[in-house]
């Protein structure tokens, strides 16, 4: 069964960071592209960052370049998402998701993506 599941989630203080892992099961993730999306209440699910599956190269949303980084361990068949500096704006469900074997076209739209984790609450107070 394929399944993603994410894992990290939790309240903390702006300013303060957090670290979220995504693990993988029946799928291999260094064969997809992988990504961080994010969803907070009343608002459109957005991109947050994504991993190239043929290298590492990354992508990240304007609001959290440089704040934070995605990451991947093909030995443990996990995605990380370290988020440092964070804001209240930041609150949200972060879900990962993979695409398809070989996906190279827009890492930054969730239509690219057809596998998805269950989400992981982060919520920021100020």
């Known amino acids: 069964q394929v399944q993603l599941v994410e894992s990290g989630g939790g309240l903390v203080q702006a300013g303060e960071s957090l670290s979220l892992s995504c693990a993988a099961s029946?799928?291999?993730?260094?064969?997809?592209?992988m990504g961080w999306f994010r969803q907070a209440p009343g608002k459109e699910r957005e991109f947050v960052a994504a991993i190239r599956w043929t290298s590492s190269g990354t992508y990240y949303a304007d609001s959290v370049k440089v704040r934070f980084t995605i990451s991947r361990d093909n030995a443990k068949n996990t995605l990380y998402l370290h988020m440092n500096s964070l804001k209240p704006e930041d609150t949200a469900v972060y879900y990962c998701?993979?695409?398809?074997?070989?996906?190279?076209?827009?890492?930054?739209?969730?239509?690219?993506?057809?596998?998805w984790g269950q989400g992981t609450q982060v919520t920021v107070s100020s």
């Open positions: 998701a993979a695409t398809p074997r070989s996906y190279s076209g827009n890492y930054f739209s969730a239509v690219g993506y057809n596998v």
């Open positions: 029946g799928l291999t993730l260094s064969t997809r592209a």
